[in-house]
């Protein structure tokens, strides 16, 4: 085993360092490198790993094995003397993160008696398992008005190991099924928790926590939130939005959701007019079309089969004839005659093998064509057919 010193514990906030190398060797086509001291956090306990460079080559892995950690390189390293640079800003955003959650977890469980089952830090969210089956929105925000509180009062959180017979002196949040040492993250006097990850300072460093939603999970709450630069970016956005729209429609951010409800309410009157004018023009089409003897061949480029469909009973509305529409790749087919064609007949027996697809009814049919020729063709026959069956 190989004793190195982990910097990311004793100086969370240690960014660069100089170093050298206990060891290099090749796997799988990557370079791994082991160093006296590190300040990359290898993946573990929820958190994942850091980034950074090492003499300028950037790492692509951190991992721990055998009690050592692992740091990943596209290539090797010439020199024995290392100059290590963390990538301060993703470091800063898991310390963030994690220290949120523990925050949160303690005071769902402070509050409310709701214990966290698990954790979740990615890169896009936060979350946490709590057992809770439904909780309320007045508990959700009681949780974040109390974590934010914490975060003002700017508690240190403190880190120490426990040996086994020292646990039961202090209220442990958890107990880990792990043996030997317990590595211990207080938040001082509020939360005494098991954990192996890395945190901020002090409280006050979360910055803000914020939830952003919960949705039911395997009978617990599943809570998303952010914290720290996360939460004032979210901020930022949503500012933004909240700008834009207010001068959108011309009104104050407090007026927003009044105005638009009032602009929904308007689109459906708006809605409803159009139908009704739509209507209204389908009546007159159809008087203009009757106005001559059927049967009738429409064209109706980049209408809907509704309106294609309206406009086929306004049609036999006025009149007994037979209606083909055509929509440019669909053709829809109505009669109301007596002793009329069998319009999902005909479809089955001369737009199928033509490669259409569709069918119908005696009185009532539809046929889409990929092919334009093939339309084309289909309607010829369609012509021919209907002109028999009326001369009759
Ligand atoms: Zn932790």
Redesign the pocket.
């Known amino acids: 085993m190989i004793a190195i010193t982990r910097l990311y514990y004793t100086q969370p906030w240690l960014q660069e360092l100089e170093t050298r190398i206990v060891s290099q060797h090749e796997e799988n086509g990557r370079h791994v490198v082991v160093l006296e001291e590190t300040i990359f956090y290898p993946t573990g ?1 929820g ?1 994942p790993h850091d980034l950074g460079t090492l003499n300028g080559v950037p790492l692509l892995d951190v991992y721990e094995t055998e009690g050592a950690v692992h740091h990943v390189l596209p290539q090797p390293l010439e020199e024995t003397e290392v100059r290590a640079v963390l990538d301060w800003p993703r470091r800063l955003d898991h310390m963030q993160q ?2 949120g ?2 925050l949160l977890s303690a005071v769902f469980q402070d509050e409310y008696g709701y214990k966290t089952e698990s954790f979740h830090l990615g890169a896009e969210y936060c979350s946490i398992d709590i057992t809770a089956p439904l909780l309320s929105s007045e508990e959700q925000q009681g949780a974040e008005s109390r974590a934010n509180e914490v975060i003002f009062q700017d508690l240190p959180l403190l880190t120490y190991t426990l040996n086994p017979d020292e646990r039961g002196e202090v209220p442990l949040r958890k107990i880990p099924d792990l043996e030997g040492p317990l590595r211990i ?1 207080e938040i001082k006097g509020f939360d005494y ?1 098991p ?3 890395t ?1 901020v300072e002090k409280t006050g460093q979360i910055g803000l926590l914020k939830i952003l939603r919960t949705e039911k999970y395997k009978g617990m709450t599943r809570v998303y939130f952010l914290c720290g630069n996360r939460a004032f970016g979210d901020y930022q956005r949503k500012h933004e939005i909240c700008t834009k729209l207010g001068a959108l429609l011309a009104v104050p951010e407090g007026e927003l959701e009044q105005r638009v409800l009032l602009e929904l309410e308007r689109r459906k009157e708006v809605e409803r007019m159009v139908e009704e004018l739509k209507a209204e023009l389908l009546g007159m089409q159809a008087e203009r079309i009757t106005a001559e003897q059927g049967p009738y061949f429409v064209e109706l480029p980049g209408a809907s089969i509704e309106e294609a469909q309206g406009l086929a009973r306004s049609i036999l509305s006025l009149t007994e004839a037979v209606v083909v529409i055509n929509l440019g790749e669909r053709l829809i087919l109505a009669h109301n005659l007596a002793a009329g064609p069998g319009l999902g007949q005909l479809v089955k027996e001369k737009a199928l093998p033509l490669g259409g697809r569709g069918g119908g009814s005696p009185t009532g049919a539809q046929v889409y064509f990929s092919d334009p020729g093939k339309l084309e063709e289909f309607l010829n026959v369609l012509k021919q057919e209907i002109c028999a069956k009326i001369g009759e």
Request: hydrophobic share 10%; charged share 0%; with cysteine.
């Open positions: 306990g958190q994690h220290s959650q523990h993250v928790s954990c192996s990850g945190h």
